[in-house]
């Protein structure tokens, strides 16, 4: 399980463990949190093909799926 700073998360970069369309490598670009500081909107973008996707954040936390840093 990785472990996510929510003020850090913004601009932090993720490895797909099993990469869909060839894109291996994402940074997260948005991030919007409600007036209870609870994200209701996260981004990340495609290093190499520039593709943004909406993404549940929570789902970086899971390491079957996610790894931290580019690996």
Not at 19 to 32: A, C, G, N, R, S
């Amino acid at each position: 399980m990785n472990k996510i700073n929510l003020a850090k998360l913004l601009n932090s970069k993720w490895t797909a463990v099993k990469p869909t369309y060839k894109e291996k490598h994402f940074l997260v670009t948005d991030i919007e949190f409600d007036e209870n500081n609870v994200v209701i909107n996260c981004e990340i973008e495609a290093i190499m093909s520039k593709r943004i996707t909406a993404i549940d954040w929570q789902q970086l936390t899971d390491s079957q799926l996610w790894i931290q840093g580019w690996k």
